[in-house]
Every structure is written in C-alpha cells, then in structure tokens.
C-alpha cells in the first residue's frame, strides 16, 4: 500500500512539472496562456492537497500533529487550494473555452 501511495505521489508531481512547463512556455511565447493556467491551477493544487494528503498516510499519526513539517502543511493545505481563485471558478472558465472552441468549429 505505501508503494502506491508513493507511486501516486510521484504520477501527480511530474503531471503538474509537465502543466506547469507547458503553461509556461505558452507564456514564453507571448501568449496570455490563460486557459493553460486556468487549467495548471487546478490541476495543481488539487494535486497538492492528493500528495500532501497520501504523505499524511504514510506518516500515520505523527502526519497530523504540528510537530512535524508534514502536519504544518497539512493544516495549511486547504487554503492553497483558494490562493488564486477556487478551482469551481477556474473550471468554469474552461468549460466556457471549451464550448467556443466546439462552436468555432461547429460553425
């Protein structure tokens, strides 16, 4: 069980590396990237609070406590998820991207 958590960890960190370096090179390019980022910062920080949340598993009750780093973040991590915007309203925005894109081509 702990290799798949680990396993799982390590899924989700190199999906956010490969949004977020895609992302950034959108922006690179000179775009705005906003549907890219819309999309990196839910991705992201739901993916934080799954690998933050596997961590606090694998630590077992020493993950809770404010002792431990894992537990600092861990009571931090809920408000991550808000920092720029709840992820409701970013994926919003890139349904209603999604729906243009489809009635672009519709047309």
């Known amino acids: 069980m702990a290799q798949q958590l680990i396993a799982d ?3 989700d960190l190199v999906a956010s590396r490969a949004l977020l370096w895609q992302t950034v090179a959108q ?3 000179g775009t705005k990237g906003t549907e890219e980022l819309s999309r990196a ?3 992201i920080s739901e993916a ?3 690998i933050v949340d596997r961590a606090v598993q694998l630590a077992g009750g020493a ?3 404010e002792e431990s780093v894992i537990g600092l973040i861990y009571a931090d991590i809920r408000a991550f998820r808000i920092y720029d915007g709840p992820s409701e309203a970013h994926r919003a925005a890139i349904a209603r991207r999604a729906l243009a894109r489809i ?3 519709s047309a």
């Open 9 to 11: 960890n390590e899924i």
């Open 27 to 29: 922006v690179a390019q």
């Open 41 to 43: 910062k839910v991705f």
């Open 48 to 50: 934080t609070g799954r």
């Open 63 to 65: 993950g809770v406590t």
């Open 103 to 105: 009635q672009r081509a």
